[in-house]
């Protein structure tokens, strides 16, 4: 079982980037995105269940942030749009067998995160 997480990388305050965690051996319950801007411990992004529906955000992220989820793939996508320095972190995508809610104690599976970069 992995989770492979991609498309991090350096971009501008007010661009988008769209990141991709696809999950291989298994099919998950519920996925989300945490993040862990440096020096700061690890906080909720998003979450989805397998079936798309009840996306939940961190309220300090919604209407910028999308979680979405393409189940033939076995992808898990988060758009970000309008991105801002404090945004910067490492983010990880994470996976639980069964409902899982917005603490990070509830997934058990993790990928190895990819690194998002918002300049000024």
């Known amino acids: 079982v992995q989770l492979q997480a991609s498309g991090g990388g350096l971009v501008q305050a007010g661009s988008s980037l769209t990141l991709s965690c696809t999950a291989s051996?298994?099919?998950?319950?519920?996925y989300g995105w945490f993040r862990q801007a440096p020096g700061k411990d690890r906080e909720f992004v998003a979450r989805?269940?397998?079936?798309?529906?009840?996306?939940n955000y961190a309220d300090s992220l919604k209407g910028r942030f999308t979680i979405s989820i393409d189940n033939v793939e076995n992808t898990v996508y988060l758009q970000m749009n309008d991105l801002k320095p404090d945004d910067t972190a490492v983010y990880y995508c994470a996976a639980s067998l069964w409902g899982a809610g917005t603490a990070e104690g509830n997934y058990g599976y993790w990928g190895q995160g990819t690194l998002v970069t918002v300049s000024s």
């Open positions: 989805i269940s397998w079936s798309g529906s009840t996306p």
């Open positions: 051996g298994r099919t998950f319950r519920t």
